[in-house]
């Protein structure tokens, strides 16, 4: 360049900027310093993670989690979006006025963007449309008892009601997919694992999943099932999309990264439902993924206070059942999934796009193209780095305590503005609510 020309940019690996000296681009324009962009070298940009299945539990049971907290360990983990799930909060979204109450609960206290899904319980049919109005991104309904008695399972007259009033509306109804089956009964130590697994097997699964691919066939409205735990619903699930019923499917972060024949006794922080299961199982589930049976991961992120969890006795039948993982998700999937010949790409798939899908976010979220929002994660894929009790857990009790991942995660950008970067928040929420426009829910998977 010659002496006299104009300069346009600046780039060096050390700029001072302010105190700090850090890689950047400085862009002049007319003169004068017009925008200084962030240079990450090496690492991997991609579209934030957008994570469907979160439980904030606010307002209510804030001490198990609420907003802030929730969404500042979602900001650590490169999660620019989360879907807050209708249960566990007192009230639960099951009505339109409980849905602007979650509203008011959430305004100022989000550090990434947030959407709701609603929920279908006994008798509230007719709260469905309206909320669909309002902004929800659908509604989860359990087919078994759910934990908390004011979000209580539905029968096969509140699914019928249900899926008419969804008719036509390009909503989306979830389903905790398990429902009870004859038992037998043992006398058997709490504190032991299989137990708790005994007491959920995989026909739990089957027989829920089953009823789901039927209704799911009968009105073509838009089914998901959660938190897949067993491979053997599988064959049913491809059948009924070949048969051309509209469902897709989710397994979570730790169904490929835990095994039940790992978990120590008494160690009811890996207690989740449905459960843990073996590793040849889990093996099946990452087959799936790879093959497209299976269409997204999610965290299911689900704490509580620790006395819930019955540390001191160990007791697995009566510990809260929900995993603490939020913040951990992408390094978990990579860990794993990068040994399996997974590809970046896969991740962008499999934890931003099909999940911003699902939720009718498609045209804003979950890609890295013109128009869409600039929520960025910068993370080091390579980077190993251990779970300890510096990482920003609420009540830090996690099953993933200790163990070694690769992929740490460097900053978060949420719609261009920095909002975390190495172990540092910004200091405002900067997160909004997404409400979904009723005619974006008609976005298919």
């Known amino acids: 360049m010659e002496l006299g020309s104009v300069v346009s940019a600046v780039r060096s690996k050390r700029v001072l900027i302010g105190d700090e000296l850090r890689p950047a681009v400085v862009v002049i324009k007319d003169g004068k310093i017009h925008q200084i962009v962030l240079d990450v070298g090496d690492s991997v940009v991609m579209p934030g993670i957008v994570d469907c299945h979160v439980h904030v539990n606010e307002p209510g049971r804030t001490s198990w989690e609420g907003f802030w907290t929730a969404t500042r360990a979602a900001a650590a983990g490169g999660v620019t979006t989360i879907v807050d799930m209708p249960l566990n909060s007192i009230p639960p979204t099951t009505t339109l006025s409980n849905f602007h109450e979650?509203?008011?609960?959430?305004?100022?206290?989000?550090?990434?963007?947030?959407?709701?899904?609603?929920?279908?319980?006994?008798?509230?049919?007719?709260?469905?449309?309206?909320m669909?109005?309002?902004?929800?991104?659908?509604?989860?309904?359990?087919?078994?008892?759910?934990?908390?008695?004011?979000?209580?399972?539905?029968v096969d007259y509140d699914l019928h009601t249900a899926m008419k009033q969804l008719q036509g509306t390009g909503s989306v109804l979830l389903f905790h997919a398990e429902r009870e089956v004859e038992k037998p009964t043992e006398e058997t130590d709490p504190s032991q694992y299989s137990t708790f697994l005994q007491s959920r097997p995989?026909?739990?699964e089957t027989e829920a999943i089953r009823i789901v691919t039927e209704l799911c066939l009968q009105y073509q409205v838009r089914c998901h099932i959660v938190h897949l735990s067993s491979a053997k619903p599988l064959e049913l699930i491809q059948k009924a999309r070949q048969a051309g019923a509209p469902l897709t499917v989710e397994t979570t972060h730790h169904y490929l990264s835990l095994c039940a024949e790992n978990i120590p006794a008494g160690a009811t922080q890996f207690k989740c439902c449905p459960p843990i299961r073996g590793s040849i199982n889990q093996e099946k589930l990452w087959l799936a993924l790879k093959a497209g049976q299976i269409d997204m991961v999610v965290s299911d992120h689900s704490p509580c206070t620790p006395d819930l969890k019955k540390l001191d006795?160990?007791?697995?039948?009566?510990?809260?059942?929900?995993?603490?993982?939020?913040?951990f998700g992408l390094p978990l999937f990579w860990s794993s999934a990068s040994k399996r010949g997974f590809q970046l790409s896969d991740v962008v798939r499999l934890l931003s796009?099909?999940?911003?899908?699902?939720?009718?976010?498609?045209?804003?979220?979950?890609?890295?193209a013109p128009g869409y929002d600039a929520d960025l994660v910068i993370w080091d894929p390579e980077r190993e780095f251990e779970v300890s009790m510096r990482?920003?857990?609420?009540?830090?009790?996690?099953?993933?305590?200790?163990?070694?991942?690769h992929g740490a995660v460097c900053s978060t950008i949420l719609r261009g503005r920095l909002v975390y970067r190495d172990r540092t928040f910004c200091p405002k929420p900067l997160g909004t609510h997404l409400l979904i426009p009723p005619k974006t829910n008609q976005a298919q998977l």
């Open 202 to 204: 995989d026909i739990m």
């Open 132 to 154: 669909i109005q309002a902004g929800v991104a659908g509604f989860k309904c359990f087919l078994i008892h759910s934990g908390v008695d004011e979000f209580p399972h539905v």
């Open 102 to 130: 979650k509203l008011r609960e959430a305004t100022g206290q989000c550090f990434v963007d947030t959407a709701f899904w609603g929920g279908v319980i006994p008798g509230n049919q007719l709260e469905l449309r309206p």
């Open 391 to 405: 990482n920003p857990i609420n009540h830090r009790l996690t099953p993933y305590l200790g163990l070694s991942l």
């Open 353 to 368: 796009r099909k999940t911003a899908q699902l939720c009718g976010l498609d045209s804003r979220k979950g890609s890295l």
């Open 313 to 327: 006795s160990g007791d697995f039948t009566q510990a809260w059942g929900g995993i603490s993982s939020l913040q």
